[in-house]
């Protein structure tokens, strides 16, 4: 199953050249889920050979316009170029006050529907499902509300045994009842126990998407043994003070927080623009959580 | 005296991989003035080699995003990168509310002051003078209130002609007044005749700037005669009922008007995305005015 984040920005509050804004792309089994949306993103997905066409959702962390300046604009050409399928926003109230306003002056009439689903930045929610996903905010501790979130797979169908069914006759036909758990009674009368013919699938992986935030513990459970971790590091800990002004984190508090929780994987961002090079960032996270990789634009990570 | 424009972006409402959507920076006298800002004109500026913090003024045309969505993002660097100075904003009077409503919700207080001209699109007029330039609107025919804008050089100063000035034994001291085309009477009661000893300067020379509207003649003199004109070109001719539902001009007509006000040179820009080629839209004005150049991005145009 498809389950992967590529970077579309990794560039804190001002853009740098050739680093954007916040915004990640996350493929689940080919639905394509748009986190964050900075300025320029658009022409991200251009540049990356994604049609923005695909995507259906989009989760907008906060109101600080480096997480989501580009979003009218994308919304914009989606309708110019004849959207009319439903886009969902899960976003703080705000924006979509933001975004009428400037449809109405525009003289702007969407031949798509937005679904706008407000954001309360209180405690951690499920704030979407469908097949392939659940999606729960984390709350973080930033300068004004804002939430990460948690995509989490679905629980999988238990994996049957295909050579043991077939030694024992058992019909394909019956095959969907035991991935769902479920014991049999062939017609015969015969009672086929699931736990003889099935095994449990992987646990779900989950990848959790940590915006902008002080890393001041408070959402450490949100995230606890999540598969991947993407979280802030705007800047190195010499600037530590600088960090806890800002509600940010240092490369060294990410990597901290990434081993605190045991998630497999770290992937630091929104760097501040004075970092012409990452690499002393990259490094100082992982002198903490070896398994540590910098948000690079372009990159696609497997969760 | 410089006077010059480099085009920021030229893609008409949705941008195609590397073209931008409309902005352009007129540097006059090493003064930095912005004409409209598409989303990731910051991103451009940073291309290019200009600092954001030079600009002082912006001209906005219209409320159509692909002419405004990047001015937020713009105004949000300027004021992390510590911004002092005001910002001076000609826009039709929502975009204020536009600007206001974003910066509330982020909870920004710019440390700097925008100061906002509201433009009425009724009727040309001046909005805006300074010992450079006159500044005024053009008043075109789109979908939604729209204006162009015509930079004019001020008038120069006369020449003074040095060798005579000083065969005379005139102390250069009093060449300030020749030039402002003043008579004078020296200590001993001789009276120079400004007439005698300068000679007029060139003519101002103009740029105007026509964003999107239909070429119905409706605003020709307001850009007669003008050095240089950049002037909308978003289809090709054989799309023209097209350009006219949807308020746009072809390449051809675009030469058309050219030829029609006796410009010096036409540039064609806010190409639709359907063309990925250029090159036939170049052709098409110049069988009718052959002065005329893309509007390709990082291209600087001396007026």
Request: charged content about 20%.
């Amino acid at each position: 199953m498809k389950f992967e984040v590529t970077i579309l920005g990794s560039s804190s509050a001002t853009p740098v050249f050739n680093r954007n804004p916040s915004a990640q792309l996350l493929n689940c089994k080919d639905k394509f889920y748009l986190i964050d949306c900075g300025e320029g993103t658009q022409q991200q997905l251009i540049r990356f050979g994604f049609k923005a066409s695909k995507i259906d959702v989009a989760f907008i962390s906060h109101l600080h316009g480096d997480h989501y300046f580009g979003l009218i604009g994308l919304l914009s050409t989606m309708n110019l170029n004849g959207r009319i399928k439903p886009f969902q926003i899960f976003a703080p109230a705000a924006l979509m006050e933001i975004l009428e306003i400037q449809f109405r002056y525009s003289e702007t009439s969407l031949r798509f529907e937005i679904e706008f689903c407000p954001i309360v930045a209180d405690e951690p929610r499920v704030i979407f499902q469908n097949q392939d996903l659940t999606v729960e905010t984390i709350v973080l501790n930033h300068r004004i509300p804002c939430t990460g979130f948690k995509f989490t797979e679905k629980k999988r169908l238990r994996k049957v045994l295909v050579d043991k069914l077939e030694a024992a006759n058992i019909p394909a036909d019956y095959y969907q009842l035991l991935k769902k758990g479920l014991d049999l009674t062939l017609p015969g009368g015969e009672v086929i126990l699931n736990a003889d013919y099935t095994i449990d699938s992987d646990v779900p992986k989950s990848y959790c998407y940590c915006s902008d935030t002080m890393a001041d513990g408070s959402y450490l459970e949100s995230i606890r043994g999540c598969t991947m971790l993407y979280h802030e590091a705007t800047f190195m800990d010499d600037l530590l003070e600088r960090a806890n002004v800002t509600h940010h984190t240092t490369a060294l508090q990410a990597g901290l927080v990434a081993k605190e929780v045991g998630a497999g994987k770290l992937i630091i961002g929104h760097f501040s623009s004075r970092y012409k090079a990452l690499l002393p960032l990259l490094e100082e996270a992982q002198g903490v959580f070896e398994n540590t990789a910098l948000a690079l634009e372009g990159v696609t990570f497997t969760v």
